[in-house]
């Protein structure tokens, strides 16, 4: 069946791959649906305790994401491995980044204004998945001619030439467009160009003693964030509940 699918329906050998974004996007709707019902003291779910501690599901999330990883590894690509291995993966990545904001502040920050982090991750690593899966390739080097492929030392320039590119756009909080360059090699470029945010190392390095760049810097974020930031939130609500107030 996978091998039909793969020789009809999509590229060969990214089926796996499809069906670890489908199993991640899943899980982290239905998680979400669970844990707001039991937020509002909806439906026949609860929290899973063990005697006083609160088993989050981020545990069974690092079960399942290393049990779905040693398969896929083990399983060498044949038979039906590869698509179990995707789908436990999926499921346990998806459990395990809806509670990254818990892992990035090792506090039970779910339903605080921290843990839109989580929802952001979720989103950030599909859409990722979705370009892996649209052909495009990391660090920019898919499509190559048998000359380029000859030329290892040209591929390696590119890649660790868009790689810098990347950590200069990463280093000036372009988080997610540095995060984008890695598989688009032009959106690492770009980021990289653009004036750094206020705040982030770049800045905090070369904008110290230049006051014009300074000042143009933290007069551009204001007013993305005062363009992007409600939008965002609002779809942040919508996908993850809203967090409650201080």
Known sequence: MGQWLERNIIEPGKLPLLLALAAFVL?????????????????????????????????PGVILTVVGGFGAVASGGHGLGPYLSAVLFGTGAGLVLDEFALILHLDDVYWSEAGRKSVEMVVLTA???????????????????????????????GIALNFGFALIALSKGKVRLAVFGVIVPAVALVASLRLARPGSPWARRFYRRRHRARAKALLRAYHHDRRWSRPARAIQDWLGGKPDRP
Do not use: W, Y
């Open 27 to 59: 899980t982290f709707v239905i998680t979400r649906i669970i844990t707001r019902l039991i937020r509002a003291g909806k439906g026949p779910f609860g929290n899973v305790t063990a005697g006083s501690v609160h088993i989050h599901h981020v545990v």
């Open 127 to 157: 859409a990722v998945v979705v370009l892996l899966l649209a052909g495009f390739a990391p660090f920019g080097v898919n499509d190559l001619s048998e000359d380029e492929v000859h030329n290892r030392a040209g591929v390696l320039t």
